[in-house]
């Protein structure tokens, strides 16, 4: 006697428990790492993986998309100067313009990383402090999607500064006549990007004080220089802080990611009348934008 056929409900149903099921491990193993430091953002894809097919789209992002992350952060490992790395990304279509291209290659990534790093793979990397220096081509995004707001004599804030890299390259971007901010609450990763920026292209630029990183409550922004034409957050929000809104210029743009155990990388331009609009650009994974108790556990 041949076999029934399944139930096609039953078929859903299970497809529907699986689909759950591998979806809630993905993302424990993503959250919760298994190293010493909680790697930020761009590590994995909070999307599920590629073997669910077209049921991937539902939550964060096409699969193609985490396949081509998945390519960017396992490569460059043979790669050994920070030209070949821009190049490298250019290759991958992240870095597409040739200002961002230069900037990148001016600022040489290996003094902002841990000594003992390889500082030009594609990977972020923990600085200690329970912080991470996110992956060159989660540092080639933004650049790319704030390029035409770090014009020459523009303003940029840099909020979670970490070890400066992109605060540097802010500062190259607006120039003499520009003003880049760095924002950090830990007190030890200001005194050391300060000198990591020292070693650096932008190192003029800090002496002559159109570049500076200061300790403080990056959720409060930096009100001194405010307003700004660029900002970026380099930890995760759980939502939009409005003091970054209050202080985003008109015609400004915020780069910011949203979320918790499923992140947004968002971008938020204000309209010359004030007005907000948000999309999301893609799915990313960063540690979170919260207190310096909370980031060191010390509450």
């Excluded at 821009?86 to 040489?108: A, C, F, I, P, T």
Aim: net charge negative; aromatic share 8%.
């Amino acid at each position: 006697m041949d076999e029934l056929p399944p139930h096609p409900f039953l078929t859903l149903k299970f497809q529907g428990i699986l689909f759950r099921v591998v979806c809630i491990v993905y993302s424990i193993l993503v959250y919760f790492p298994w190293d010493v430091q909680s790697f930020d953002n761009d590590i994995r894809r909070h999307t599920c993986p590629s073997v669910l097919d077209g049921q991937v789209s539902s939550l964060n992002g096409p699969a193609s998309e985490a396949v081509e992350i998945d390519k960017r952060f396992w490569s460059g490992s043979g790669i050994g100067t920070n030209k070949e790395m821009v190049e490298n990304l250019q290759n991958y279509g992240v870095v597409r313009s040739k200002k961002v291209s230069e900037v990148m290659e001016s600022v040489d990534r290996a003094f902002f990383v841990p000594d003992g790093v390889p500082p030009y793979v594609d990977t972020p990397v923990p600085i200690g402090y329970n912080a991470t220096i996110s992956a060159p081509h989660m540092h080639a995004t933004c650049l790319q999607l704030l390029e035409k707001h770090l014009q020459p004599g523009m303003r940029a804030l840099d909020v979670g500064s970490g070890t400066g890299y992109l605060t540097a390259c802010f500062a190259l971007m607006v120039g003499p006549k520009g003003r880049a901010v760095g924002v950090e609450h830990i007190p030890e990763l200001v005194a050391s990007s300060i000198k990591n920026i020292e070693k650096s292209a932008a190192a003029p630029l800090l002496k002559e004080g159109s570049l500076s990183v200061h300790v403080g409550d990056g959720r409060q922004g930096w009100a001194e220089c405010a307003p700004y034409d660029a900002i970026h957050v380099g930890a995760a929000a759980a939502e939009i802080p409005p003091a970054l809104i209050d202080q985003l210029k008109p015609g400004g743009r915020m780069v910011i990611p949203v979320g918790n155990i499923f992140q947004d990388l968002k971008v938020v331009d204000k309209d010359t009348d004030g007005s907000i609009n948000i999309r999301d650009e893609t799915s990313v994974r960063y540690v979170p934008l919260t207190s310096r108790e909370a980031q060191l556990g010390d509450n």
